[in-house]
C-alpha cells in the first residue's frame, strides 16, 4: 500500500472534515472515511487571495488512520 499526503485549497468556512474527504476524492478517486484526527492546522494566515480575486483556505489535517469504505462490486 502506497502512503502520501493529500491537499489542496479549501472553500472559506468549508470544514476541515469536508474538504479532506471531498480532496481525496477530487485527488485520487477514493471516497475515504476519517478516523482518529489528531490535528487540524489552519486559519487566517492560511489564506490566499488569486489575482482574479477568488479566495481560498488551506489546512493540513493529521490523521492516525483514514479508511476506505469496501464497495460491494470487489
Known sequence: M?????GG????DESPQEAAVREAL?????QVELTNLRAVLG?????????NG???AYVQILLTRASLPVSPHR
Do not use: N, Q, S
Request: hydrophobic share 40%; charged share 35%.
Open 54 to 56: 477568488d479566495e481560498v
Open 26 to 30: 477530487e485527488e485520487v478517486g477514493v
Open 9 to 12: 485549497a479549501i472553500e472559506p
Open 2 to 6: 502506497a502512503v502520501g499526503l493529500l
Open 43 to 51: 486559519g487566517p494566515e492560511f489564506r490566499f487571495r488569486y489575482k
